[in-house]
């Protein structure tokens, strides 16, 4: 939308009806909410989660097992366990939420050139 309204036609259109300065704030705007949001991406990325790849099948092993228990036992008593499947449901989407960010950061990365190559 910027770049649309950045040709001088439609520069001179908004002079014309006293839009200029609104346009300028939505510029502003829009350069500040870029800045915070790439702060924020450049923090999240920086966290080092640990890989599990050594230890996955040892994990998925004691991780199956503790699921079972858990959802037979919310079956059984929905009341004492209820919260605890609650909680781990919250956990695992939060943990395919960024699974999911950084490799939609990673298809981007490789997606678009080096802006000073081009």
């Known amino acids: 939308m910027i770049a649309n309204l950045s040709v001088p036609a439609a520069v001179k259109d908004m002079e014309c009806v006293g839009a200029t300065e609104w346009f300028a704030q939505i510029k502003t705007s829009q350069s500040e909410f870029e ?46 366990f209820g919260s605890t499947n609650d909680k781990i449901n919250e956990i695992i989407t939060e943990i395919v939420a960024i699974i999911r960010a950084r490799e939609t950061r990673s298809e981007n990365k490789k997606e678009k050139p080096d802006k000073a190559t081009v």
């Open 35 to 80: 800045k915070i949001y790439n702060a924020k991406i450049v923090t999240e990325s920086a966290v080092d989660y640990p890989l599990v790849k050594d230890a996955r099948e040892r994990i998925s092993r004691y991780l199956k097992g503790l699921m079972n228990y858990i959802e037979i036992n919310t079956d059984l008593d929905e009341s004492k």
